[in-house]
């Protein structure tokens, strides 16, 4: 299981039509519920203008890395 941190960037692994988002498009983790049981995520266009706010489960997410993470020697 990830670790889900506020302002995470994370991609659906899901679709969900009824928000009309589709599976790899990427939001950020705005609040965390639950005890990290659910997520408030928000979506934003490429001008970073909200277009959806969401609760999502971790299961239906993934964090996005952009950088290696350090090897262990």
Same mark, same amino acid.
């Given at each position: 299981?990830?670790? *889900?941190?506020?302002?995470?960037?994370?991609?659906?692994?899901?679709? +969900?039509?009824?928000?009309?988002? @589709? @599976?790899?498009?990427?939001?950020?983790?705005?609040?965390? *519920?639950?005890?990290?049981?659910?997520?408030?995520?928000?979506?934003?266009?490429?001008?970073?203008?909200?277009?959806?706010?969401?609760?999502?489960?971790?299961?239906?997410?993934?964090?996005? +890395?952009?950088?290696?993470?350090?090897?262990?020697?």
């Amino acid at each position: 299981m990830e670790n *889900f941190k506020l302002f995470d960037v994370v991609a659906l692994t899901v679709d +969900l039509p009824e928000h009309n988002l @589709r @599976r790899g498009q990427v939001g950020t983790i705005v609040e965390r *519920f639950a005890d990290g049981k659910a997520f408030e995520v928000e979506f934003s266009d490429r001008n970073g203008r909200a277009f959806e706010s969401i609760g999502i489960e971790p299961e239906q997410m993934m964090i996005l +890395l952009y950088e290696p993470d350090a090897i262990a020697a």
